[in-house]
């Protein structure tokens, strides 16, 4: 059914919820996992004016991070006896989801498991959502893993 799951993280809590849903499934499935780390290196691009001399040095600390990041999510992974591959992408152009859409499409997945805030209104448009043009985009299914909602 789903053979090949990839699993976009970015260190947060709710792309570990994510990952965390991605490795139940494949447990239950005996499935190939692939997680992706992209280094949104545009985000840089918006203060270089203020960042310009320290640029280099905080793109080999973004670069730095993803390979922890990714390191993190295979230990996690083998701790429960599962094998993953991983894979970091730097977006250079566009959006992170373009390149998520992208490595579903090379890698042909059978799903994509990606954790989303699930924002609504203003911050959703603010913020904009990978999560959403994975869903839109990908020719794969998306499971979309919400954090949890807090009772106010």
């Given at each position: 059914?789903?053979?090949?799951?990839?699993?976009?993280v970015?260190?947060?809590?709710?792309?570990?919820?994510?990952?965390?849903e991605?490795?139940?499934?494949?447990?239950?499935?005996?499935?190939?996992?692939?997680?992706?780390?992209?280094?949104?290196?545009?985000?840089?691009?918006?203060?270089?004016?203020?960042?310009?001399?320290?640029?280099?040095?905080?793109?080999?600390?973004?670069?730095?991070?993803?390979?922890?990041?990714?390191?993190?999510?295979?230990?996690?992974?083998?701790?429960?006896?599962?094998?993953?591959?991983?894979?970091?992408?730097?977006?250079?152009?566009g959006?992170?989801?373009?390149?998520?859409?992208?490595?579903?499409?090379?890698?042909?997945?059978?799903?994509?498991?990606?954790?989303?805030h699930?924002?609504?209104?203003?911050?959703?448009?603010?913020?904009?959502?990978?999560?959403?043009?994975?869903?839109?985009?990908?020719?794969?299914?998306?499971?979309?893993?919400?954090?949890?909602?807090?009772?106010?």
């Amino acid at each position: 059914m789903y053979d090949r799951i990839l699993v976009p993280v970015d260190g947060s809590a709710t792309a570990n919820r994510g990952l965390e849903e991605a490795l139940k499934v494949a447990a239950k499935l005996g499935s190939s996992v692939r997680v992706i780390h992209v280094v949104d290196d545009m985000s840089l691009a918006t203060a270089a004016g203020t960042l310009a001399a320290n640029v280099g040095e905080l793109l080999m600390a973004l670069a730095s991070g993803g390979e922890q990041i990714l390191a993190d999510a295979k230990r996690t992974a083998q701790s429960r006896g599962l094998s993953v591959e991983t894979v970091m992408r730097n977006c250079t152009a566009g959006r992170v989801s373009d390149l998520i859409v992208e490595e579903a499409s090379t890698w042909p997945c059978d799903l994509i498991v990606i954790g989303t805030h699930g924002r609504r209104g203003v911050g959703r448009l603010l913020l904009g959502s990978d999560a959403e043009q994975v869903l839109r985009r990908a020719s794969a299914p998306v499971l979309l893993v919400r954090e949890p909602v807090v009772a106010a």
